[in-house]
């Protein structure tokens, strides 16, 4: 098979497009908004998995 890298490489681009920057998610009385560009870190590898850090910022409110 062989496709860990690049099958984690499409995950990496579908999470970053997926939060854009001032991204709003609301449910309820809940609001999640992204505050920062999601970034991907170098790879973490060892034997057995290909790990791809992604990091974003996002504040959070319960609304009342």
Known sequence: MNTGKSDA?????????????????????FALYINSVPSAYPTITDKTTYTIP????YHADTLM
């Open 54 to 57: 992604v990091s974003m910022n």
């Open 9 to 29: 490489l499409r995950i990496c681009d579908a999470i970053i497009a997926h939060f854009p920057l001032n991204l709003e998610l609301k449910k309820d009385n």
